[in-house]
C-alpha cells in the first residue's frame, strides 16, 4: 500500500482494468533484451521456443493468459539426463493454476519445442516452482495427489483461549478451536513528517480505505467467523463504543467497583511480587510506557468448586452496547478453565478461558448490553477460582467496558478519535505488546511503517516461540495457535470500462528468511493455496450473483510486510479498488458487503479443512417468513422458513436457535429448537415478547432473522396485527453521466444494514475527469469529512418495537408478522381489526449493475392482492412510510397496477417525493388530532435512529379521503385519512422515526382511535 503509486496515477489518469495495478505496490518493470552469450546452441533453441511460448500466452491468451511482463529468466537443458527445465519470472505464477489447465500448458510447451525434445522430461517453473505445484490441494483430484509439506505438522493444541459455553450449539464441522487473525486496512495515524494525525489514504467515494474493510469485517466477517466457532484477534480496536470503563484491583473507579469475595478467611487472593500486570496509569501513553507492566495481577488456588470470586461491576456511562474484553496472568500452572460470567440486559453468558494462554493483553469475550449507572445484578462481571484441574492457579487482572478514545500521545499529541478508527500500532502499544519486537521498529520515527509492519509482527508474537517476532523467533509471545493471518484492504485504480478494476490476492514464499517454509517446516505454499482459494472464492461467488464480469486480478508472490512477515499461513486481500466508481457502486451496497464476507469466510472454513484433513459444513443463510401471532388466549405461535443457498450444497438447516427478549432488556443466550415451528405457553400480560432465530447446522449459525414482537392484554381489544414491510438495505443513489459520476446522497442517502460506520460525508467532487493531486485533494470521487467517526444508524430491523410499545401505550395488545409471511398466505390479515404496515424507507432498488434484479418494492403484487382482500373484509389500516407515494407512482413501472391499487384501496396519491428537509409535522384534522397539535420525525443522520431524509407528500386520491398532517415547513401534505366500510391512515414518512417516545404514544393513539369503528 505505498504512496509511490499515486504519483503513476497523476501522471497516467485512467489506466485500463486489464492491466495489474495497484495502489499498494510499485509496478514491474520490464527487464532489458535477452543475453543470449554463453548458451549453448540447444539452450538457445530453447529459450526462444520459450519465449514463443510466452508469446503467445500474452497475445493470444493461450493456453493462458498472461500479462506482457511474463518474461524467460533462464532455461537449463541436459543432454545426459534428457531434462528440460524452463525457469519463467514469477509473472507466470500469476493465475491460479487446476489440473486441466497445467496438462494444456505443458501440451503447448511440447508443441512449442517439437518432435526432437519430445522424450525429455519438461518442467516449466515460476519463481522456481514447477507450475504444477502451484494447484492448492483443495482443488487437487485426488488426496493422494496433496503436498503434504504445506500441510501443518500435528502438534498437541491447547484449548481455545475463549469458550463461550452459554451458547446452545457448539459447530463440530466448521471453525471450533481455528483461531484467526485478521485486520482492516491502515487507520487514523500520526504523520511525522507533518507532525499531525491523518489517515493514511484519502477520502473517495464517501469513505476511507482506513475505515471501509471495516465495513466488512466488523458487521459481516468476525461473526460469521465466530458463528463457525473460530476465536478471532484484531490488532485494531473493534468496538465503536467511544466510551471505556475499566475495573482493576490496581486503577478502579469508583473505588467500590471491584470485589474480592471468599468463603472463609483462609481463602485470599494475592498479589504476584512482580509488576507485570495491567493498571491504567497516567494516559495518555508516551513512547515506551507499556500499561501491562504499570501494575499487578492478583492470583488464587483453583478449587473443584467456587470457593473464592472477585466481582468487577462497572459504572457504566450512558446505556448501549459494550465489548467485554479481559485481562490475566498465564503462569506454567495456570488453569485452561477459568470461569467468567458477564451478567447484562440478556442474563448472563458464562465462558471459560484457558489462562495458558493469551496472557497479558485484552482478550475479547463479547460485546453486551448494559444499562447506565452501577447495577451489580445486571452489570457486572465475576471470575471464580472453579476449576476442574487441581493444583492450578486463577488469575485476575482488569476487566474492560468499551472501545473508549485513543490514549497514545505522538511528539505530545492524541489523536482525538475513537479507538477503532486508529492504526494497529497504537492499540497494540494499549494492548501491552513489547515495543521494538512488534510495533516500534523504525526507532520511533515512521508510524506509517510501523502501522503496516507490526500487523504481522503481532501475529508471530500472539503465537510465539519457534514462530515469534522476526526479530526474536524464540519469543514465548502468547502460546496462541494461529492458523492464518488475513489483511483486508481496497486497492487504488480507475476506469471507465465498464469493468470493475477486481480483485487482487497476494501472498509471499519466501518469508523474512527466504527460506520458503514456515519455523516448523511447513512450505510456505500454503501461503499460496489460501490466497487462491480465498479470491477463486471471491470472484466465483461475486459472479454468479453479481457481475459475470467481475475481475480476478492476479495471484501475485510479492514480498509485502502483511504477507511475508506472519510466521503462520497469510494472505493479503485487495477486494476492489475504492478509486474507482463501479468498484465503489458495489462496495457501499451492504448487500455485496455480506456476499463477499459471505465468500471471505467460506475461503477460510475450506482452507483449513483441507489444512487440518477435516469435513466442513457451511452455516446457513438467516431464516424468512418470520410470523409471531397469539393462538387461544396468551399464546405465541411462532413461524419461519429456512433459506436455500443456491451457491452452497452444505449451507443446509439442521436446528434453530430461538433468542427471546421481554420488554427493554436484551436478547437472552438462545434455546435449540428442532423444527420451524414454537409455541410459548401462558405468556406474561402486559410483558413485550420481541424473537429473532437464527437457523444452525453443523458448520455454524446464521445471522439473525428480523426480530418480531408480541404482547398479550388481559381484555383487551383484539390485537393489533403489525407488518414489518421495511427489509430494505441500499447504497447511496448514483448520478452517472459522460461529465458527472457518483454519489448523489442529495437524492437518496441509502440505508445502512443496521449501522454504517465508515461513511466520511457526501461526495463533493462527481467531475469523472478531476485529477488526483494528492491525499488531501483526490479529485474525482473528493467526500467530505464531517461524519467521520460518527456511527450512522440504519435499518436495525427492530421497529415492531417502536410501533409496539406505543400501541400496548394505547390499550392495545400487537402481534407481527413479517410481510413475506402475508404475501405467502400464511397469515390471516382477516382476524385482525387493525393492521400497522411498517415501510420505513422500502422502496424498489436495483443493484450495482443494471441487469440485476431489483428489490424492496412497498407493494409487490402478492401485497397488493392481500391488502385489497383485507379491505374489501372491512379491515382498518395504517400504513407509514418515507417512500409510500413515491415507489408504486414513480420508481414501479407496472402500467398503473401499483397505482391504482393505492388510490383505489388505500385513498391517498403521490404529490412530491423530497417533501421537505426538516421534520415538523402539525394536524390539520380535529377528528384526528387537536387542530394544530404538532410533532417531529427525524431527518437528520445520526447515531440513533434512522433518517427519513426525502419523505413522501402524499394528497387524498378523491373527495371521500381528506388530509390529516401536513408539514409544518410547506403545508404539504403529510399523511390522508380515510373512513368508510374500512378505514385508512397513510402517513408519508415513517412512524418510528418520531423520536420522543411520548409524541410517538400520542401519535398512536390517534391513529388507533381513528381507525376504530
Known amino acids: 500500500m505505498k504512496k ?71 532455461v537449463r537443458v541436459s543432454k545426459q539426463e534428457r531434462q528440460i527445465h524452463i525457469y519463467y519470472n514469477q509473472v507466470l505464477g500469476y493465475i491460479p493454476y487446476r489440473s486441466e489447465k497445467i496438462k494444456k500448458v505443458y501440451k503447448t510447451m511440447r508443441k512449442q519445442l517439437g518432435w526432437r525434445y519430445r522424450n525429455y522430461d519438461l518442467t516449466i517453473y515460476s519463481k522456481n516452482f514447477p507450475v504444477e505445484e502451484l494447484v492448492p490441494n483443495y482443488f487437487r483430484p485426488q488426496k493422494s495427489d496433496w503436498d503434504t509439506s504445506r500441510l501443518p505438522v500435528n502438534y498437541e493444541r491447547p484449548l481455545p483461549v475463549v469458550r463461550n459455553i452459554s451458547k446452545p450449539r457448539t459447530p463440530t464441522k466448521g471453525l471450533n478451536q481455528r483461531n484467526i487473525a485478521l485486520w482492516h486496512s491502515h487507520g487514523w495515524y500520526y504523520e511525522n513528517k507533518l507532525r499531525r494525525w491523518e489517515w493514511q489514504r484519502a477520502r473517495v467515494f464517501q469513505t476511507v480505505e482506513d475505515l471501509f474493510p471495516m465495513s466488512f469485517t466488523v458487521p459481516y466477517l468476525v461473526p460469521m467467523l465466530e458463528n463457525a466457532g473460530a476465536n478471532v484477534f484484531i490488532p485494531r480496536e473493534r468496538d465503536l463504543q467511544t466510551h471505556e470503563v475499566i475495573v482493576d484491583n490496581d486503577s478502579s473507579s469508583p473505588s467500590d467497583s471491584y470485589f474480592e469475595i471468599s468463603s472463609d478467611t483462609s481463602i485470599t487472593f494475592q498479589s504476584a511480587p512482580d509488576s ?42 450512558e446505556d448501549g452496547y459494550y465489548a467485554v474484553t479481559i485481562a490475566y496472568k498465564s503462569l506454567e500452572n495456570s488453569v485452561d478453565d477459568a470461569h467468567y460470567t458477564v451478567y447484562h440486559l440478556g442474563g448472563k453468558t458464562e465462558f471459560l478461558v484457558n489462562q495458558q494462554i493469551g496472557g497479558g493483553t485484552w482478550i475479547f469475550l463479547g460485546k453486551f448490553q448494559f444499562r447506565a449507572g452501577s447495577n451489580p445484578e445486571i452489570g457486572k462481571v465475576v471470575l471464580t477460582n472453579r476449576s476442574r484441574q487441581t493444583e492450578t492457579i486463577v488469575t485476575a487482572d482488569a476487566v474492560r467496558f468499551g ?106 514464499t519466501d518469508g523474512a528468511d527466504s527460506t520458503l517454509k514456515f519455523p516448523d517446516g511447513q512450505s510456505r505454499l500454503a501461503n499460496r493455496d489460501l490466497a487462491d482459494i480465498l479470491q477463486t472464492q471471491i470472484v466465483d461467488d461475486i459472479q454468479a450473483k453479481y457481475d459475470p464480469l467481475w475481475n480476478r486480478r492476479a495471484l501475485w508472490d510479492r514480498g509485502y510486510s502483511e504477507a511475508w512477515r506472519p510466521n503462520v499461513p497469510s494472505v493479503l486481500l485487495e477486494l476492489l479498488s475504492h478509486h474507482n466508481f463501479l468498484d465503489m457502486k458495489f462496495g457501499n451496497d451492504p448487500r455485496f458487503r455480506f456476499d463477499a464476507s459471505r465468500a471471505i469466510y467460506k475461503a477460510f472454513l475450506r482452507f483449513m479443512a483441507t489444512q487440518y484433513q477435516t469435513d466442513y459444513v457451511v452455516q446457513p443463510l438467516p431464516v424468512s417468513h418470520f410470523q409471531a401471532e397469539l393462538v387461544n388466549g396468551n399464546n405465541i405461535a411462532l413461524r419461519w422458513k429456512p433459506t436455500i443457498d443456491p451457491l452452497e450444497i452444505t449451507a443446509m438447516t439442521d436446528k434453530y436457535i430461538l433468542y427471546t427478549r421481554l420488554d427493554d432488556k436484551d436478547f437472552d443466550n438462545g434455546k435449540l429448537v428442532n423444527r420451524n415451528n414454537v409455541t410459548l405457553r401462558n405468556i ?91 491525499d488531501d485533494s483526490p479529485g ?34 400487537f402481534v407481527s408478522v413479517s410481510d413475506e409471511a402475508v404475501m405467502d398466505g400464511a397469515v390471516k390479515l382477516a382476524r385482525y381489526d387493525i393492521v400497522d404496515i411498517i415501510m420505513g424507507e422500502e422502496k424498489l432498488t436495483g443493484g450495482p449493475k443494471p441487469f440485476l434484479e431489483k428489490q424492496f418494492e412497498v407493494f409487490p403484487v402478492p401485497l397488493q392482492e392481500s391488502l385489497k382482500t383485507y379491505c374489501q373484509s372491512g379491515g382498518s389500516i395504517f400504513i407509514s412510510g418515507a417512500y409510500i407515494g413515491t415507489d408504486p407512482f414513480v420508481n414501479v ?31 390539520v384534522d380535529s377528528l384526528f388530532m387537536p387542530f394544530g397539535n404538532s410533532f417531529e420525525f427525524n431527518t437528520l443522520l445520526n447515531p440513533s435512529l434512522y433518517a427519513a431524509e426525502s419523505p413522501d407528500a402524499i394528497e387524498p386520491a378523491d373527495s371521500t379521503a381528506v388530509t390529516i398532517l401536513r408539514y409544518r415547513e410547506n403545508n404539504t401534505s403529510a399523511a390522508v385519512g380515510f373512513k368508510g366500510d374500512y378505514n385508512v391512515v397513510a402517513f408519508g414518512f415513517p412512524f418510528e422515526t418520531i423520536p420522543d417516545q411520548g409524541k410517538r404514544d400520542e401519535v398512536m393513539q390517534a391513529i388507533l382511535n381513528y381507525l376504530k369503528k
Open 4 to 74: 509511490s503509486i499515486r504519483a503513476a496515477i497523476k501522471v497516467t489518469g485512467f489506466i485500463l482494468a486489464g492491466l495489474f495495478i495497484t495502489g499498494c505496490a510499485m509496478m514491474s518493470i520490464q527487464k532489458p533484451r535477452y543475453d543470449y552469450s554463453g548458451m549453448d546452441r540447444k539452450t538457445k533453441t530453447i529459450h526462444k521456443k520459450a519465449e514463443s511460448f510466452a508469446r503467445k500466452c500474452i497475445r493470444k491468451e493461450e493456453p493462458v493468459q498472461m500479462s506482457r511482463w511474463l518474461r524467460v529468466d533462464s
Open 276 to 317: 507485570s500486570g495491567f493498571a491504567i496509569g497516567n494516559p495518555p501513553y508516551e513512547t515506551g510506557v507499556n500499561p501491562f507492566r504499570q501494575g499487578s495481577y492478583r492470583y488464587i488456588a483453583s478449587d473443584a468448586t467456587a470457593t473464592a470470586e472477585i466481582q468487577f461491576i462497572p459504572e457504566i456511562p
Open 403 to 508: 472501545g473508549g478514545m485513543g490514549n497514545i500521545s505522538r511528539e505530545g499529541q492524541i489523536s482525538g478519535r475513537p479507538r477503532y478508527v486508529e492504526g494497529a500500532r497504537y492499540y497494540l502499544q494499549y494492548a501491552g505488546m513489547p515495543d521494538t519486537l512488534v510495533y516500534n521498529l523504525n526507532g520511533d520515527s515512521i508510524d506509517y511503517a510501523d502501522d503496516y509492519q507490526c500487523r504481522g509482527e503481532w501475529v508471530n508474537y500472539l503465537r510465539g516461540a519457534p514462530f515469534g517476532p522476526n526479530k526474536k523467533r524464540d519469543e514465548k509471545g502468547l502460546g496462541i495457535p494461529v492458523d492464518l493471518s488475513f489483511a483486508f484492504h481496497t486497492d487504488a485504480g480507475r476506469t471507465r470500462t465498464g469493468i470493475v478494476i477486481g480483485t487482487l490476492s497476494i501472498y509471499n
Open 684 to 774: 406474561q400480560p402486559g410483558v413485550i415478547y420481541s424473537f429473532r432465530v437464527t437457523a444452525v447446522n453443523d458448520g455454524g449459525e446464521s445471522f439473525p432473522s428480523e426480530i418480531l414482537s408480541v404482547c398479550y392484554l388481559d381484555g383487551s381489544e383484539k390485537p393489533v396485527c403489525i407488518v414489518n414491510g421495511f427489509d430494505r438495505v441500499a447504497p447511496p443513489a448514483t448520478l452517472e453521466t459522460d461529465e458527472y459520476l457518483g454519489f448523489a446522497n442529495f437524492w437518496d442517502q441509502g440505508v445502512a444494514d443496521g449501522y454504517e460506520l465508515a461513511f466520511t460525508g457526501d461526495q463533493y467532487d462527481l467531475s469523472a475527469d478531476s485529477p488526483w493531486l494528492d
Open 780 to 813: 474525482h470521487g473528493a467526500s467530505n469529512a464531517d461524519y467521520e467517526c460518527t456511527v450512522v444508524a440504519g435499518n436495525t430491523h427492530d421497529f415492531v418495537i417502536n410501533h409496539g410499545k406505543s400501541i400496548v401505550a394505547a390499550g392495545y395488545g
Open 893 to 923: 413501472r407496472d402500467d398503473s397496477v401499483s397505482i391504482n391499487f393505492v388510490q383505489n384501496n388505500l385513498k391517498y396519491k403521490w404529490r412530491t417525493d423530497h417533501a421537505v428537509k426538516t421534520g415538523g409535522v402539525y394536524s
